[in-house]
């Protein structure tokens, strides 16, 4: 079974037992950071849901105000007008030809934008995006005819979340380079969504935990109960 290193070990014995307000956790997970590279700031939210029913599934999408840190590259399988569009609004990869490509083994892009006209073609690269949270939909706003819009917002930093099996979301909130401030908006635009994205079907508590940590680092618990209202 593997163990933790040393400064991991060190990290964990300066997390606080008791939950902390948003910021100062934030702050913590910048604090307790020790690895070389800029980590990844995330957040994992463990919903009183049942992901089994489809009236409890719980997905969104959410433009971070301040971006992830990580400029996403995007693919867009539309032509003609639609094509030209969203080469000028900045996508990395445009065409038709890249449905033959995926087939083939390449995904070397982090989100994908179809127009509807597409989907008879891109419906077949399901299995092969699908698990990797790379399928073109419309509830994500990836099925578009507006595709130049959905490039900016994508190149700006939006995210899409969906709960997974156990009923818990997870998704990135920045960098730790990033200021305490910039984490914290980014965290409280994420969170507002998710409480905006309570299912109907859901009873009881809805958000039962938050924790925020760094890509090497300890998690640091946020007082669920700000977010009561959900």
């Known amino acids: 079974m593997p163990t933790h290193g040393k400064k991991f070990r060190e990290a964990v014995k300066r997390v606080p037992e008791s939950e902390q307000q948003p910021a100062a956790a934030v702050g913590l997970v910048k604090e307790l950071s020790f690895a070389r590279f800029d980590e990844t700031v995330e957040v994992a939210v463990r ?4 992901p089994r029913h ?7 999408t959410v433009v ?8 996403a590259r995007v693919l867009v399988i539309a032509q003609g007008d639609k094509a ?3 080469e000028e609004a900045g996508a990395d990869f445009v065409g038709v030809e890249f449905v033959q490509k995926i087939k083939d083994g390449w995904v070397d892009f982090d989100a994908a934008v179809a127009t509807p006209d597409m989907m008879g073609q891109v419906g077949q690269l399901g299995r092969i995006l699908g698990p990797r949270g790379l399928m073109p939909t419309p509830k994500a706003g990836t099925v578009t005819l507006d ?14 979340f969906r709960v997974d099996k156990t009923g818990n979301v997870h ?8 200021s305490v401030d910039q984490l914290n908006d980014n965290l409280s ?4 969504n998710i409480v905006r994205a309570k299912p109907s079907a859901a009873k009881g508590r809805y958000v039962r935990a938050v924790t925020v940590s760094s890509t090497m680092g300890p998690g640091v618990s ?3 109960n700000l977010y009561a209202r959900g």
């Open 54 to 60: 489809a009236d409890q599934i719980v997905r969104g």
């Open 64 to 71: 971070l105000p301040h971006g992830t840190g990580k400029t």
């Open 171 to 178: 998704a990135p909130i920045g960098k730790v380079s990033f």
């Open 222 to 224: 946020i007082d669920a």
């Open 47 to 50: 919903l009183g849901v049942d």
């Open 84 to 86: 030209k569009e969203a």
């Open 147 to 160: 595709v130049a819009r959905a490039v900016r917002e994508i190149k700006a930093g939006k995210i899409e």
């Open 189 to 192: 635009a994420f969170m507002e």
